[in-house]
């Protein structure tokens, strides 16, 4: 059964700034709010939170949490919710224990969905317990953020930006901590972020917000590929695949990955069979051919249908847009390759990635 989610009308005007939006989330998974600096995302989710006073309707699964219409506004501390912020504030004069059960004491035992070992063990802050905030790393302190939250059992999590302070190296400690979250406490959360990375590693459902509007929303997948929308990512352009490890090939520290409509090779990860990733093809790192090549260095070769032909940011460039099966790619090529190969929607073409480009 399709799980309630949230929908929201918010509007609000500030001096240089309007958002007029219209949301509509699904009830599980993560839905992120993706847009350039400035254009909106922390005032929606502030909103939702009810942090910030918009106009308009929010409500959550079955529960109304703003109708103006009804002169209905439930106060923030009154919505099932998680809050993390991009930077953890926590309280200097408690250990990471009395941080986490912070904020537990407001929570009947009889609403305790999250037990407090569980928020432990899930952002393997064990180890951290008795120290204090001002002797952990970011993503420690991070780690200890999220617990905190997920300690107050909330019916929703919203995130705005919590790996952004974070270096690479932190942030790729912390990202395995968040893919779990909403598998394994059935957790709803919605995920503000500026980063095409985060979004492609975590959102299931994508919405993308440019000047306080939306431009763009649905599953990640179905939205990555949009052409006729100038989403912009620019380098970042690509697409998610949902996959399985396959294979292993020990000798060259390959794996392969099958994905609905083929296999790929990529570098070798500690993962059993079966186990599943998702991976990140960028459309920069697709390439095209009318045949297929034996003498090439592209490990993976991949029979492809011409769905659609975009325009592409630079004058020089196109976007394509490609099925290989059920899954959806997408390549950017010169528009004289376009001319000289003949590209047109409904040819079979042969679509080239690098083992190496595909990312996680
Ligand atoms: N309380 C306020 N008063 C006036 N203007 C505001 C207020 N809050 C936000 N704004 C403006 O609204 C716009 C959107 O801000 P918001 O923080 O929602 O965007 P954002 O997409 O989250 O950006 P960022 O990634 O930089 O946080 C900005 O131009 C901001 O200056």
Known sequence: MKQRGIEAELHTDFADFSLGVSLSLP??????????????????????????R???????????????????????????????????????????????????RRVPPAQRRIALEQAIELLGIAPLLERRP???????????????????????LLMDEPLSALDVGRKEEIIPYLERLPHELDLPIVYV???????????????VLRTGKVLASGPLQEVLVL????????????????????EHD???????????????????????????????????DVSLARSPHQDTNVLNMLPARVEEIGEDDHPADALVRLTVGESALLARV???????????????????????????
């Open 250 to 284: 020990e000798t060259w520290a390959l794996m392969c990955v099958a994905f609905l409509g083929g296999r790929l090779w990529v570098r070798r990860e500690d993962l059993p069979l079966g186990a599943p990733l998702r991976l990140r093809v960028l459309a920069r």
């Open 227 to 246: 052409l006729d929308t100038p989403i912009r990512l620019g380098e970042e352009a690509g697409v998610v695949l949902q996959g399985n490890v396959a």
């Open 134 to 156: 001002q002797t952990l790393s970011g993503g420690e302190r991070q780690r200890v953020a999220i617990a905190r939250a997920l300690a107050v059992s909330p019916r929703l």
């Open 334 to 360: 010169t528009r004289r390759s376009v001319a000289r190969l003949d590209l047109h929607p409904g040819q079979t073409v042969w679509a080239q990635i690098k083992a190496v480009a595909v990312l996680r």
């Open 27 to 52: 009830g599980r998974g993560v839905s992120a709010l993706f847009g350039p600096s400035g254009s909106g995302k922390t005032s929606c989710l502030r909103a939702l939170a009810g942090l910030m």
């Open 54 to 104: 918009a106009r308009g309707f929010v409500r959550f699964a079955d529960e109304i949490w703003q109708d103006d219409a009804k002169g209905v506004f439930v106060p923030a501390h009154r919505r099932a919710i998680g809050v993390v912020f991009q930077e953890a504030s926590l309280f200097a004069h408690l250990s990471v224990r009395g941080n986490v059960e912070y904020g537990l």
């Open 193 to 207: 972020s500026h980063a095409p990375d985060e979004v492609a590693r975590l959102a299931d459902y994508l919405v």
